[in-house]
């Protein structure tokens, strides 16, 4: 991990490529909602991932009604990530290809492969970004593992306070 990406700051411009086709870019809710939730996941070989994402399909609806938009993200190439999204069956974009240099811009926790079975690139551990209206990291929360992530139900009653109370972005005094 090289940078912190800190509360407030704006999220960074970082383009990828998503299944299905086209591009997106990470940090830009689509047209109907005005905040965004990027999920950084270590990738199709991380049963821990799989069942994460899948807990946040269910909840996909609730996000909406909040105005946050969903991506999910892994440095996975095109092939991995469309096998694990045929096992995820989710309902919201996915993207590939995260770069090592675009782990570092996010502030991630980078691990090797422990072996060739597990995965054939370096890849990113868990982080959850939520960028407000303003394009600002709202919440954040990065891990060093598979096994810290925030809960689900937490993240949707804290995007409610934030936006029903105006309530500011934490963690700001340097």
């Given at each position: 991990?090289?940078?912190?990406?800190?509360?407030?700051?704006q999220f960074?411009?970082?383009?990828?490529?998503?299944?299905?086709?086209?591009?997106?870019?990470?940090?830009?809710?689509?047209?109907?909602?005005?905040?965004?939730?990027v999920v950084?996941?270590?990738?199709?070989h991380c049963?821990?991932?799989?069942?994460?994402?899948?807990?946040?399909?269910?909840?996909?609806?609730?996000?909406?009604?909040?105005?946050?938009?969903?991506?999910?993200?892994?440095?996975?190439?095109?092939?991995?990530?469309?096998?694990?999204?045929?096992?995820?069956?989710?309902?919201?974009?996915?993207?590939?290809?995260?770069?090592?240099?675009?782990?570092?811009?996010?502030?991630?926790?980078?691990?090797?492969?422990?072996?060739?079975?597990?995965?054939?690139?370096?890849?990113?551990?868990?982080?959850?970004?939520?960028?407000?209206?303003?394009?600002?990291?709202?919440?954040?929360?990065?891990?060093?593992?598979?096994?810290?992530?925030?809960?689900?139900?937490?993240?949707?009653?804290?995007?409610?306070?934030?936006?029903?109370?105006?309530?500011?972005?934490?963690?700001?005094?340097?």
């Amino acid at each position: 991990m090289s940078n912190k990406v800190r509360g407030g700051s704006q999220f960074p411009s970082i383009e990828l490529p998503k299944l299905g086709g086209g591009r997106i870019n990470l940090g830009v809710p689509e047209k109907k909602t005005n905040w965004k939730m990027v999920v950084v996941y270590r990738g199709g070989h991380c049963p821990m991932c799989t069942r994460y994402l899948r807990k946040i399909g269910e909840a996909k609806a609730a996000f909406a009604k909040l105005g946050v938009d969903i991506v999910a993200t892994s440095a996975d190439n095109e092939t991995q990530a469309l096998e694990h999204f045929m096992q995820l069956k989710v309902n919201y974009p996915v993207t590939y290809g995260l770069t090592v240099e675009m782990m570092r811009e996010l502030g991630l926790y980078i691990s090797r492969p422990l072996s060739v079975g597990e995965t054939n690139h370096f890849y990113s551990e868990p982080g959850v970004f939520i960028i407000n209206d303003r394009n600002e990291v709202q919440i954040l929360d990065i891990s060093n593992g598979p096994f810290a992530r925030p809960e689900i139900d937490v993240l949707l009653s804290g995007i409610d306070f934030i936006r029903d109370k105006n309530y500011p972005v934490r963690g700001t005094f340097d």
